[in-house]
């Protein structure tokens, strides 16, 4: 955006000041300073893509409107891996995303996902990509992170469920009733950040998911390494914010299985 000022008024002096002649030199620049247009750089927003589509092959990222795949810059995502190679930092506004199934990458190749985002400059957002190959979905969130006071030891989970076709869930701490933490939640919903204590006498947080109706016990998910002592990190987890997923599909088998599945913010 082009900035102007909408004002850049001239004063007069005397003819036969001597000061003239120096301050003839110096006004102008200040005014050029002044009155100059100004290049206003574009802010952007924070963009986490998570791949979680379940079947699918390694997905090669287009941001470009249109086009194949730009090698030299592009990334490939693997499925239920989450790293930097995940985060996108230069993008906002309107913007097209499509998502090739590696190495179908040309401009004949049809995307598995060809999606229209809205990322407002200074947002942070993560883009989930669930489903299976014939059946892709997305769900998109907007992120709020919480504020740790540094008097507050602990950590912030949610929970998403995105292993679509199954019936609600729910999750608990091991050991706790079931659904001491989420009592309900189905396909496609998350619910709010939570803090965990995490405090030296606790080093690691295992999480049960069950069929909501029965019971019946699904997977669980373990986050370690709550307290490491005597590491130069003793303590990683500490003040940081994560989303722990259930992924995979109901019935399936090998990485196709329901998993937890955990996101860092």
């Known amino acids: 955006m082009i900035q102007k000022s ?18 003839s030199i110096i006004i102008p620049a200040l005014l050029f300073i002044s009155c100059r247009k100004e290049s206003v750089a574009p802010g952007s927003a924070s963009l986490a893509i998570v791949h979680l589509v379940a079947g699918s092959k390694p997905l090669a990222v287009n941001f470009n409107s249109e086009g ?21 930092k230069a993008y906002s506004g309107e913007q097209r995303l499509r998502l090739f199934q590696y190495p179908d990458t040309t401009d004949k190749d ?27 979905d997305t769900f998109f969130t907007r992120n709020i992170i919480p504020y740790f006071p540094e008097t507050d030891s602990s950590l912030a989970i949610r929970f998403v469920n995105l292993s679509p076709g199954n019936d609600p869930i729910s999750i608990n701490v091991k050991g706790l009733a079931n659904g001491s933490e989420v ?7 998350i619910t709010d950040f939570k803090n965990y204590a995490a405090t030296q006498n606790i080093s690691e947080y295992v999480f049960e998911f069950r069929d909501a109706i029965s019971g019946d016990s699904i997977t669980s998910y373990t986050i370690p390494d709550i307290n490491v002592p005597g590491t130069e990190s003793p303590n990683i987890r500490r003040y940081r914010s994560f989303t722990l997923a259930l992924t995979g599909e109901a019935g399936g088998v090998g990485d196709r299985a329901r998993a937890g599945f955990l996101v860092s913010h």
Do not use: H, W
Request: charged share 15%; glycine share 6%; net charge positive.
């Open 68 to 88: 194949p795949v730009p090698y030299k810059t592009g990334r490939q995502l693997n499925y239920r891996f989450f790293e930097r190679v995940n985060q996108f």
């Open 6 to 23: 909408s004002t850049c008024n001239q004063g007069l002096l005397p003819k036969n000041n001597p000061a003239v002649s120096i301050l």
């Open 110 to 136: 049809l995307p598995l996902f060809d999606l229209q985002l809205n990322l407002p400059v200074g947002s942070m957002n993560t883009l989930f990509l669930t489903g299976t190959v014939d059946a892709p």
């Open 183 to 189: 009592s309900s939640i189905r396909y496609k919903n």
